[in-house]
Structures are given as structure tokens and as C-alpha cells.
């Protein structure tokens, strides 16, 4: 079976070059997952892995998958198809904090898992834990697909991802490939 890390890129999905993060650091990789997941059945068989690694390491059965848009949407509505609950995403308001839009609501005492598709420092996800939070949901576990940490992230709650990389990052005041001119893109969904 072929792992996650060769299916991400056999799909074109890591990338080379010199990147900035929207965790503002920068790095000489990148991790497009849209690239994997835009193919529905790649998208399907990683909601069902990951399904399957949350069963493993939580006990309570979920009321909903919450993810934040736009590059979580698609994980996590396979993640949810597979668990058998319901998939919500949260979006970036006017004032560029994550809000539950659309008519989106998560009921007092819901239990919820946190999806996202790639993480550095998991700022989003933790933003997005603090919504579901103040919504009144409880959040039972978070899943990725990538966690750029290399699993460095500590979490109060159960943590699975497909894939694990010790990603290079620098902040950009000590970024070698700005020190040698090379332009940065951002190819991420947030602009600027």
C-alpha cells in the first residue's frame, strides 16, 4: 500500500521552492494539499483514514466534524461522511478572526472533532477550537492530513494526522533564501 507521504507526492502536492507560511515563518517546502485532495477518491480513502486513526484513539462517537475554510472544507466533510455525523466549516470574517457563517450552529454540549488539512504551528486550529468552544461544543479529538510540527504540537485533546514532517521553517528576519533575493510566494488561501 502506498503511504500518505508518496500519495502527496504522486499528486504534486510538496512543493519546492521558497514559501511564506500563513504562519508568517518561511520555508523551502510547502505542502499544497488541495492537490492531493481535489481527486474525490484520494479525498475519500484520507476521510476514511483518518476516521478510522480517530476511532482508534477516542472513545466518544462525534456529533459533528468543524473545520476551517477553505483548505479544511474538503477533508473534513470526508472525514465526517466516514464517521457519520455532520460537516461544518468556519470562515474568516471582516475583522480576519474564524465565525460560523451560513447559517452554521453548534449546539450546547455537542461533540466535535477539529479537522484541518495541513498544520506549521496550528494557529487556525486553535482558533478554530476556541470558536467551537464559545459556540458551547466540546471538542473530542483534531485531525490533519499534514502536520508540519513533526508531531511538536502538544494537545489536550487526542491528535491524529496521515502524515508527519519535521518541516524547515525560519522566521523571516533569519530566512536564508531571503538573504540570497530569492522571492517568497504565498500559495495559500489567505491573502497577503
Not at 508518496?6 to 508568517?24: I, M, N, V, Y
Not at 486553535?126 to 459556540?135: D, Q, T, Y
Amino acid at each position: 500500500m502506498t503511504s500518505w507521504l508518496d500519495r502527496l507526492r504522486q499528486s504534486g502536492a510538496l512543493l519546492e521552492g521558497h514559501f511564506l507560511l500563513s504562519s508568517g515563518f518561511h520555508s523551502p517546502r510547502y505542502v499544497q494539499c488541495a492537490r492531493l485532495l481535489q481527486h474525490p477518491s484520494e479525498a475519500q480513502a484520507a476521510g476514511r483514514d483518518l476516521a478510522a486513526r480517530l476511532a482508534a484513539a477516542t472513545d466518544a462517537r462525534p456529533d459533528l466534524v468543524v473545520s476551517p475554510a477553505i483548505g479544511g472544507i474538503v477533508l473534513g466533510q470526508e472525514v465526517a461522511r466516514a464517521l457519520g455525523c455532520r460537516a461544518i466549516w468556519a470562515e474568516r470574517g471582516l475583522n480576519g478572526g474564524l465565525e460560523l457563517r451560513r447559517g452554521f450552529v453548534i449546539d450546547a454540549g455537542e461533540r466535535a472533532i477539529a479537522v484541518e488539512d495541513v498544520i506549521t504551528t496550528a494557529g487556525s486550529l486553535r482558533e478554530l477550537i476556541g470558536l467551537i468552544e464559545r459556540a458551547g461544543g466540546v471538542v473530542g479529538a483534531v485531525a490533519t492530513l499534514v502536520d508540519r510540527s513533526g508531531g511538536g504540537i502538544a494537545w489536550e485533546v487526542p491528535a491524529v494526522s496521515l502524515v508527519r514532517i519535521d518541516a524547515v521553517r525560519h522566521p523571516a528576519d533569519q530566512c536564508p533564501q531571503c538573504a540570497a533575493g530569492i522571492p517568497a510566494v504565498k500559495p495559500g488561501s489567505r491573502p497577503g
